[in-house]
T-cell receptor
Framework: ELKVEQNPLFLSMQEGKNYTIYCNYS?????LYWYRQDPGKSLESLFV?????AVKQEGRLMASLDTKARLSTLHITAAVHDLSATYFC??????????FGKGTHLIIQP | GAVVSQHPSWVICKSGTSVKIECRSL??????MFWYRQFPKQSLMLMAT?????????EQGVEKDKFLINHASLTLSTLTVTSAHPEDSSFYIC???????????????FGPGTRLTVT
């Protein structure tokens, strides 16, 4: 059974600070996804990581993938309030749907 | 990117009645559609996978007779919650995967979700 573990599950941080969310998974899949979810909304795709060593950046967010360690990170640089949301990582073994981590509820305070 | 719509966006129904939720891929052909359920403050859980023209594959613990899935065309999948009960109240989200139009083969495109409340 594929397992995806995210940590931390809850993060409260101040604006301007940096932090990293970790995503460990148990399969050999090299398809790793990061999503953002705002309250009451569906998922917004942030990053798709398809190979070992993949690194993608968009604004203050950067995601990376290490398939050998089965680890992905989502790094937040100089956080701003607008980034407050719940962030999910998910792994795709392609035959089935995505397996999601439990999500990281991020609150960024002024 | 490719667009997936869901209808309705929210529905309230009485216990014992059935509710149908539609999921449409608007600008691509969806070879596979997925249905997820999300309870408050929890993650998304895959309920079933459906391929066009085939019977859906349900995840362990999901009652196939209660959650009827039909994927009759390459752009439409429906989820019918039969004899709904309050414990079925949840946020139902579909996603689709395809290789045509604006879809990239490695992406799952998520619909906006349907909030079901059973009273």
């Amino acid at each position: 059974e594929l397992k995806v573990e995210q940590n931390p599950l809850f993060l409260s941080m101040q604006e301007g600070k940096n932090y990293t969310i970790y995503c460990n998974y148990s399969t050999t899949s090299d398809r790793l996804y990061w999503y953002r979810q705002d309250p009451g909304k569906s998922l917004e795709s942030l990053f798709v990581l398809l190979s070992n060593g993949a690194v993608k950046q968009e604004g203050r967010l950067m995601a990376s993938l290490d398939t050998k360690a089965r680890l992905s990170t989502l790094h937040i640089t100089a956080a701003v309030h607008d980034l407050s949301a719940t962030y999910f990582c998910a792994v795709d073994d392609f035959a089935d749907g995505l397996t999601f981590g439990k999500g990281t509820h991020l609150i960024i305070q002024p | 990117g490719a667009v997936v719509s869901q209808h309705p966006s929210w529905v309230i129904c009485k216990s014992g009645t059935s509710v149908k939720i539609e999921c449409r891929s608007l600008d691509f052909q969806a070879t596979t559609m997925f249905w997820y359920r999300q309870f408050p403050k929890q993650s998304l859980m895959l309920m079933a996978t459906s391929n066009e023209g085939s019977k859906a594959t349900y995840e362990q613990g999901v009652e196939k007779d209660k959650f009827l899935i039909n994927h009759a065309s390459l752009t439409l999948s429906t989820l019918t919650v039969t004899s709904a009960h309050p414990e079925d109240s949840s946020f139902y989200i579909c996603s689709a995967r395809g290789t045509s139009g604006r879809a990239l083969f490695y992406e799952q495109y998520f619909g906006p979700g349907t909030r079901l409340t059973v009273t």
